[in-house]
């Protein structure tokens, strides 16, 4: 299984690019690439645009978005999922400065039912597809929906199963594990709770 951080938006709600916000003493996106990779083979996707700037941060596995214009996580899950050799792999949003070893070590351990493209948290009355395990077999799937401009992940719902709150606990796995950070007043929760 490999893994990925989706890295390809355009941070338009913060206003400046939040994956080079420092964060215990690191970029973020490096910060997470190093927690990832110690779990999984990790890679970053992004724009083209931002390759060189993150190759210097020392991050080696960087790819670009197979499509440039689109922001959308379908974008980047379809490019993890057509660049893996895995049949499942583990798609990350590159702004979950909480991101914990537990959810990271769930994945790594878990054994994809038959018969579900997608194994989603659902943790604090949301689905966290940006911290979702997904199969090559959603690659069809994706291109239909980029090609009629569905750019929803939620419409794919009934392929995925569901990982209810109440397992998640079980392994130590709550909702901060996957907090996204957004805008300005994340920012400032995130300052206010963790420096």
């Known amino acids: 299984m490999n893994a990925y951080l989706l ?5 338009r709600r913060m206003g400046f690019d939040k994956t ?12 997470l690439y190093r927690k990832v990779s110690k779990f999984f083979p990790t890679f970053v996707i992004t724009k083209p645009k931002k390759i060189e700037i993150y190759k210097r941060l020392g991050i080696e596995n960087v790819i670009p978005d197979s499509f440039e214009d689109f922001q959308t996580p379908l974008v980047g899950i379809y490019t993890a999922l057509n660049h893996s050799g895995e049949e499942f792999n583990l798609i990350l949003s590159a702004d979950l400065p909480l991101l914990c070893n537990q959810i990271l070590e769930f994945f790594k351990n878990y054994y994809p039912e038959k018969g579900f493209l997608g194994f989603v948290p659902f943790l604090g009355g949301k689905y966290h597809f940006n911290c979702s395990l997904y199969s090559k077999g959603l690659i069809p799937y994706i291109e239909k929906s980029l090609k009629r401009g569905d750019l929803s992940i939620k419409q794919f719902l009934p392929l995925f199963k569901i990982l ?7 392994f130590g796995i709550f909702e901060k594990c996957c907090f996204n950070l957004n805008t ?9 709770q963790h420096f």
């Open 164 to 170: 209810e709150e109440s397992l998640l606990k079980d």
């Open 184 to 192: 300005r007043e994340d920012l400032r929760k995130l300052n206010l």
């Open 20 to 31: 080079l916000i420092s964060f215990n003493g690191f970029p973020l996106i490096l910060y």
């Open 7 to 11: 890295a390809g938006g355009f941070s």
